[in-house]
């Protein structure tokens, strides 16, 4: 039997709103009593997480005085070294206040704008005082619900005013913090500018130093757009933009249900998490989910111990697909390159162009061949359900 105890290697994190859900929906109020910050490290703790990410106001209320967030501040580090729990990322509550009922960084009115900068300096402060090296960017109300309010190209043009800004303030502080973009379809705002990973990564490559910005593409945002995660996961990993991620899971076409790692689709849960070892990711791994309504604190740290168990179990997982004589049999047989294209391989040069041109295919041949598909993901299930 495998050990799936999580280990500070594990770089397990969860966010203070996340094992801090009060489970309150929009049909219903709150079904279980808040906890500090200091009893969510501790809940933390106890369970084996080896991090804790936080907006600025799961730490220090919005209208705390300075020396009120001090004193905030010192208890929260206190329990951070009597627990030995890290703080590897941060992130603004850009979302919350009804200031930002027409979003921060892309809404109309300047005023807001120049507070939405002002109050993630201010973020970007603390968390840098904590530790953080990564800081998050989910800018769930920077959209609409009509496009008669808000020209699309002004919100584009105002987001990447608001990063370049950003980016320079970090520098100038001298801070180690990157940025990770989190996309989202929708929900809150109808819809949301710049809605997946994809869109992210190409907005990234437009802004001044897109070398300290990259993505943090959480499972649900990606489903709830349709979408194949571990696709989009791949992509940011080619480029050498992920610097976060955002584990948990949902059923498709549905809103964001945030459940816990594995919960609805393990199988892709399971290409995730073999992606993610398979290719060395060394950041975090973020649950950014909560537990269901129906739970109390015994209940949230069953969902906390859940998400990790499972992650480590796939991880192991993949491990067997990876040494499975069968499974690699197979792969290397659909793999398998008789070396006759040598030659037409590789970068572009007229030779070998006039040489691919003049080549004759036999196309019923390769539109013959079984690919054998179906009994490799047989094997991958039958892996999955345990009985290989
Ligand atoms: C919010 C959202 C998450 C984001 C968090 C960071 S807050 O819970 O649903 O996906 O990652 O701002
Ligand atoms: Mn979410
Ligand atoms: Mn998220």
Request: glycine residues 8%; proline residues 5%.
């Amino acid at each position: 039997m495998s050990d799936y105890t999580p280990k500070p290697e594990h770089k397990f994190t969860f966010g203070l709103w996340t094992v801090g859900n009060i489970g309150r929906d929009p049909f219903g109020e709150p079904v279980r009593e808040p906890l500090s910050p200091v009893e969510l490290v501790q809940l933390l703790a106890e369970v084996g997480a080896y991090g804790v990410n936080f907006h600025d106001n799961d730490l220090v209320p919005i209208d705390a005085t300075p020396p009120e967030r001090d004193k905030i501040v010192a208890n929260f580090k206190k329990a951070l070294a009597d627990t030995g729990i890290v703080v590897p990322m941060a992130t603004t509550n850009l979302f919350s206040d009804p200031t930002f009922k027409d979003g921060a960084f892309t809404a109309n009115d300047p005023k807001v704008r120049a507070y939405a900068l002002q109050k993630t300096m201010n973020a970007i402060d603390l968390g840098a005082e904590l530790g953080a090296s990564i800081y998050v960017f989910w800018g769930g109300r920077e959209g609409t619900e009509t496009d008669a309010a808000k020209d699309p190209i002004t919100a584009i043009k105002r987001s990447r005013e608001a990063m370049n800004f950003l980016c320079e303030y970090v520098l100038d502080q001298g801070y180690d913090l990157k940025f990770a973009l989190e996309a989202k379809p929708n929900e809150p705002r109808g819809d949301i500018y710049n809605s997946t990973t994809g869109h992210m990564l190409a907005f990234i490559e437009t802004l001044d130093h897109p070398e300290m910005v990259g993505v943090n593409p959480e499972v649900a945002h990606e489903h709830m757009a349709g979408l194949n995660f571990v696709h989009g996961v791949a992509q940011a990993m080619e480029s050498g933009k992920l610097f976060h991620i955002d584990l948990n899971d949902q059923a498709f076409g549905r809103y964001d249900q945030d459940f816990r790692f594995g919960m609805v689709n393990l199988k892709s849960a399971f290409f995730l998490v073999k992606l993610l070892e398979d290719n060395g990711y060394d950041g975090d791994r973020h649950f950014d989910a909560h537990a269901y309504r129906t739970e109390d604190y015994e209940g949230v740290k069953d969902f906390a111990r859940g998400c990790m168990r499972t992650y480590l179990i796939l991880k192991e997982k993949a491990e067997r697909f990876n040494a499975d004589p069968e499974i690699q049999e197979l792969l290397a047989e659909i793999n398998a390159d008789d070396g006759s294209m040598e030659a037409f391989k590789g970068a572009y040069a007229a030779e070998k162009a006039a040489a691919l041109k003049a080549h004759t295919f036999n196309r019923a041949v390769l539109g013959a061949r079984g690919m054998k598909y179906e009994r490799l993901d047989q094997l991958t299930v039958e892996l999955l359900l345990g009985v290989r």
